[in-house]
């Protein structure tokens, strides 16, 4: 596997350089993050994944890390070129103590998979990415708006329940599909329904929202839950087709969920590990996308929307 070291400054990746023994300075309470998270690669195809600097630190630290890529190869440059043989694969980043710092998930998916994969670069209510994205709230009217800051994205829903905020992938996806997501979430509190919610086979339209959801509480505690629904039409038209409970099933930041649709098989996972799958012969089209629960009939859930959603996103087909 290929060594690579990345050389920082506020924050910010200034270069890459082949290394095998790292000597440059760091700053001992400081840590890096891979950019993205979590994405989908197409066999053959590259992806860029550079190292930002969180956790402590200042402008004038330049610490060095070192990088193991497996599925594929790395470039001094962050460049990922994804092998042919499709499956998960890690991208992962360390200090020169060798103190494990992040990591990656790369799935490699066929050559002829349509992906998108985006880390949120900039701030928009709702989400838009240069029209790539459609919104709940312009397109389907009950539903709530998806916005992104450099870095995240969350859901604005107020109000009435299940008008969740939702954002679905533009233009036309092929059935078999998959989406990912890495998660963050501050301040769980679990009488809010904080959900974060990956969207398969999915259409908005006028007072109309149809296809599948998998969704996870933003929650570690007994009451935690992960679930597969139906979306049916209207505002609160909804089908529970299969649910697991239990701290295990919920989520916290860090995390990187993941479903897939296969004909009628549907699937939800976690880390890399399955968690359920269902399968329904209901919707056989639409696309990819997200969306982000919250109850707020308490006090201290009114907004909190901030304090959950996505620090990346990545969608693909499949054949």
């Known amino acids: 596997m290929t060594r690579i070291a990345a050389t920082y400054a506020g924050g910010a990746l200034l270069g890459l350089c ?51 890529a497996s599925g594929g190869t790395i470039t001094k440059d962050g460049l990922y070129t994804a092998g042919r043989v499709p499956g998960s694969h890690h991208v992962i980043a360390t200090w020169p103590s060798r103190e494990r710092a992040d990591s990656a998930t790369v799935v490699i998916v066929p050559a002829e998979s349509r992906t998108y ?112 629904v139906r979306w049916n039409g209207p505002v609160g038209d909804f089908t529970l087709l299969t649910e697991r409970k239990g701290p295990d099933y919920g989520v916290a930041t860090g995390d990187v969920i993941r479903a897939s649709i296969v004909g009628s098989t549907i699937a939800a996972f976690k880390n890399d590990i399955l968690l359920m799958h269902v399968t329904d012969t209901t919707f056989a089209g639409g696309a990819p996308g997200v969306g982000f629960n919250l109850v707020n009939e308490l006090p201290n859930c009114v907004g909190t929307n901030g304090d959950y959603g996505f620090s990346d996103f990545s969608a693909s087909e499949l054949p």
């Open 18 to 68: 082949f290394s095998s023994a790292c000597t440059a300075p760091r700053d001992s309470a400081s840590r890096g993050r891979l950019i993205p998270s979590a994405a989908f690669v197409r066999a053959g195809a590259v992806q860029r994944f550079v190292v930002r600097e969180q956790g402590g630190g200042s402008a004038s630290v330049s610490p060095v890390v070192a990088c193991e």
């Open 117 to 228: 994969t985006t880390t949120f670069p900039i701030a928009e209510w709702p989400i838009s990415e240069d029209g790539r994205w459609v919104s709940g709230r312009q397109v389907g009217h009950d539903w709530t708006d998806v916005s992104t800051s450099p870095g995240q994205a969350i859901g604005h829903q107020v109000g009435a329940h299940y008008t969740d905020g939702t954002a679905l992938m533009a233009g036309a996806w092929r059935p078999n599909q998959q989406a990912m997501a890495t998660v963050f979430s501050n301040n769980q509190k679990d009488e809010c329904f904080q959900e974060v919610e990956l969207r398969l086979r999915s259409r908005l339209s006028p007072h109309q929202a149809t296809g599948y959801e998998v969704l996870f509480k933003a929650s570690k505690s007994p009451e935690a839950y992960a679930a597969i």
